[in-house]
């Protein structure tokens, strides 16, 4: 079965620092995808990014970067000079290819950011 | 375009009582998903529709849940005889045809209470 974890349930930064949210997934398929979500506290679910299971690039938009490395099961998410307005509950996820329920997510508990002027 | 709409956006309701939640996909989205997220946790899947078709009901936590899709279009999660442990935020969520490709969408979700 198909899990993901966020260990770190909340973090507190100071703007301007840079940082890293962790993620660990497990799953006995060999194609999958891997999500980041934003839920700001308007509480709606902004999607940052996808990655599949046979690309390991790491990837950079703007201040955001994520890197993915299947030898530990990892999709790390990295923000670099935090801004007041990244404050936000941040979720990874997790899409398995043979399931029956379409393109089901299965998410880790969250991370909670705030980031302090 | 017009993204995911659920309505209402609050619903408070008295133990026992039913409750309907609505959902708008996105136009064109044939896949639409229906989870919920309890307070400061990460959301649970509830229920797949394809088309107007649910081929996955296992994430439903009891016969007191059911949903139905018409079309490719709006779909209503029903909770009936409802439950304080049913209070949560509802999230539906759409995408594009069947495929582990395919990213889902998010409503801005339904806060129910049950008192």
């Known amino acids: 079965a198909q899990k993901v974890t966020q260990a770190q349930t909340e973090i507190s930064v100071v703007e301007k620092e840079d940082v890293t949210l962790d993620c660990v997934y497990e799953t006995r398929d060999t194609t999958y995808y891997l999500f980041w979500y934003k839920q700001p506290p308007s509480g709606e679910l902004v999607f940052l990014i996808r990655?599949?299971?046979?690309?390991?690039q790491n990837e950079i938009s703007g201040r955001y970067s994520w890197n993915f490395q299947k030898s530990t099961s990892s999709f790390n998410f990295t923000i670099t000079a935090s801004q007041v307005v990244d404050s936000a509950v941040y979720f990874c996820a997790l899409s398995e290819a043979e399931n029956n329920a379409g393109n089901m997510l299965t998410f880790g508990g969250g991370t909670r950011l705030m980031v302090k002027p | 375009g017009a993204g995911v709409s659920q309505s209402p956006s609050n619903k408070v309701t008295e133990k026992g009582k039913d409750v309907e939640l609505r959902c708008d996909p996105i136009?064109?989205?044939?896949?639409l998903y229906w989870y919920r997220q309890r307070l400061g946790q990460g959301l649970e899947f509830l229920i797949y529709f394809q088309g107007n078709s649910a081929p996955d009901k296992s994430g439903l936590p009891s016969d007191r849940f059911s949903a139905e899709r018409t079309g490719e279009s709006v779909s209503t999660l029903t909770i009936q005889r409802t439950q304080q442990e049913d209070s949560a935020v509802y999230l539906c969520?759409?995408?594009?045809?069947?495929?582990?490709?395919?990213?889902?969408?998010f409503g801005p979700g339904t806060r129910l209470t049950v008192l």
């Open positions: 136009s064109g989205h044939t896949a």
């Open positions: 990655r599949n299971s046979f690309d390991e």
């Open positions: 969520a759409s995408s594009l045809p069947q495929g582990y490709t395919d990213t889902q969408y």
